[in-house]
Nanobody
C-alpha cells in the first residue's frame, strides 16, 4: 500500500525559504517518477514539479522555475522540495504524488503559510 507522508510545512515570511520532505513507503520508491502538487484555498490543484527515477530529469511549472528545487534520495525513500523566495500568493497545501503528472496516490499534504 502506497504511503506518502509530507512534512516541513509551516509559516514563512515573504521572500523566505522552506524545505518540504515526503517519506515514501509501501512501494519501490526508486521505480516511480514523483511530483509535487499544491492547492491553495478555493483553487484547484496546481502541478509544481516532477522528477525522474534517478533524479536526472527535472521539470518545473513556470510559476516556480528558478525558485524551487525538487530532488530525491532513493536510499532514504524520500522526496524533497526546496522552496526559496516564497511569494505572498503561494500559501497552499503541498503534497507529493507517486507519479509525474500529479494524478496518482498522494499524501495528506503539509500546509505552507506565507505571511509577514
Amino acid at each position: 500500500q502506497v504511503q506518502l507522508v509530507e512534512s516541513g510545512g509551516g509559516m514563512v515570511q515573504p521572500g523566505g525559504a522552506r524545505r518540504l520532505s515526503c517519506a515514501a513507503s509501501g512501494f519501490t520508491f526508486s521505480n516511480f517518477m514523483m511530483s509535487w502538487v499544491r492547492q491553495a484555498p478555493g483553487k484547484g490543484p496546481e502541478w509544481v514539479s516532477g522528477i525522474s527515477l534517478s533524479g536526472t530529469n527535472i521539470y518545473y511549472a513556470d510559476s516556480v522555475k528558478g525558485r524551487f528545487t525538487i530532488f530525491r534520495d532513493n536510499a532514504k525513500n524520500t522526496l524533497y522540495l526546496q522552496m526559496n523566495s516564497l511569494k505572498p500568493e503561494e500559501p497552499a497545501l503541498y503534497y507529493c504524488v507517486s507519479d509525474f503528472a500529479g494524478r496518482g496516490p498522494r499524501g495528506q499534504g503539509t500546509q505552507v503559510t506565507v505571511s509577514s
